[in-house]
């Protein structure tokens, strides 16, 4: 097998990996607005933090999930 098909070959699977990530993802955000819905329901103050510094908490909080991911 030549040089290139080895390397598409390679980036299909990284492709498919990505999108399984990006699936699960999507899910795992469903799941998460649910809980966080029937708490708020139930009475339980979830939503406390203003948009802005929630957004800037999960940024900072990515960043050090990336930064494990490399070492």
Do not use: C, F, N, T
């Amino acid at each position: 097998m030549s040089d290139a098909k080895k390397e598409l070959k390679a980036l299909q699977k990284k492709i498919a990996a990505l999108e399984k990530e990006v699936e699960e993802a999507k899910l795992r955000e469903i799941a998460w607005e649910s809980m966080v819905e029937v708490a708020e329901e139930m009475g339980y103050p979830i939503k406390k933090k203003p948009w802005e510094e929630a957004m800037k908490d999960a940024k900072k909080k990515l960043a050090e999930m990336q930064k494990k991911g490399e070492d």
